[in-house]
């Protein structure tokens, strides 16, 4: 390295991630990455390491495969709750709580 500072921007992560060739080391990297991004919800991250592990023949693949199922079905999950939290936050009818002035009989 010169005495400049490396790029550490996404965009240079996903240059480095596109264009490494995938041996049984870089596998295994790309398989750590992917878990750690997926543990500490960085999704985009964790899906681009385990996608570059479709082509590679080894286990690798196969764990992949299974945990971009995985965080799909994590991001479906967080969706769904956004929705459900939205649909929840229902302004409350006047006049049906307990001691609400229109339920007393006397």
Same mark, same amino acid.
């Given at each position: 390295?010169?005495?400049?500072?490396?790029?550490?921007?996404?965009? &240079?992560?996903?240059?480095?991630?596109?264009?490494?060739?995938?041996?049984? !080391? +870089?596998? =295994?990297?790309?398989?750590? %990455?992917?878990?750690?991004?997926?543990?500490?919800?960085?999704?985009?991250? &964790?899906?681009?390491?385990?996608?570059?592990?479709?082509?590679?023949?080894? !286990? +690798?693949? =196969?764990?992949?495969?299974? %945990?971009?199922?995985?965080?799909?079905?994590?991001?479906?999950?967080?969706?769904?709750?956004?929705?459900?939290?939205?649909?929840?936050?229902?302004?409350?009818?006047?006049?049906?709580?307990?001691?609400?002035?229109?339920?007393?009989?006397?």
């Amino acid at each position: 390295l010169t005495g400049g500072s490396a790029d550490s921007s996404p965009e &240079a992560f996903e240059n480095v991630v596109n264009h490494v060739r995938v041996d049984e !080391p +870089e596998a =295994e990297a790309l398989l750590y %990455l992917a878990y750690y991004y997926r543990d500490n919800l960085e999704y985009d991250a &964790a899906i681009l390491c385990a996608t570059r592990l479709e082509d590679y023949p080894g !286990p +690798e693949k =196969e764990q992949g495969k299974g %945990l971009l199922r995985d965080i799909r079905s994590r991001m479906d999950h967080k969706v769904g709750q956004r929705r459900y939290k939205r649909r929840s936050k229902s302004p409350k009818t006047p006049g049906r709580g307990v001691n609400s002035s229109m339920d007393s009989t006397s």
